[in-house]
Every structure is written in C-alpha cells, then in structure tokens.
C-alpha cells in the first residue's frame, strides 16, 4: 500500500485537453462532395452563399487540392481544419 500511495502524477504527464491547434487536428472537418456520371458536381457540403458549387471545388482545389481523398462511386472529400476552412470560405474565388 506505501507503493501506490507514494505514486504522484506529474503536471507533464497528466492527461488534459487538447489547445487550439491540437483540437482542431484531432476533429477534421470533411467537405464531402458527390459527382454526375457526367463529371459535374451533384453536391457539395459547406458550400458559401454566394458561390457555385463548381466555383467552390475549384476554390478547394487551389487552396488545399492536397487534402482531397477519392473515394468510389464518384464520391470524395477534403479533410482540413474549422479554421483553414472558414478562411477559405472567406475568399474571393
């Protein structure tokens, strides 16, 4: 019993929540996108108010084209930040 009453948790070691940064890398944001059999887009989530969906994907691309995942059934998605995202959002395509 003296063993574990003389077991201390260090500040550094104990478990705490993650700092700003930290939590948005560990929750992604998905913009989900699904195409026509023609290649156009069919939808597009988080899309702004005042873009296309096409002008929105070709925003996505340029600004973080490396973050986008193919998946099949003409489906795919980018994985980023709240943050990255909403800046993006904010400009002018």
Sequence with gaps: MAAISSLRVSAETSPTAPKGDESEAANPVLVHIRF?????????????PLLSEDDWFKLLCSAIGQKYLTRAGGRGFFRTTRFELESISARKP
């Design 36 to 48: 026509r059999p023609d290649g156009s887009i069919g939808h597009i989530s988080n899309l702004p």
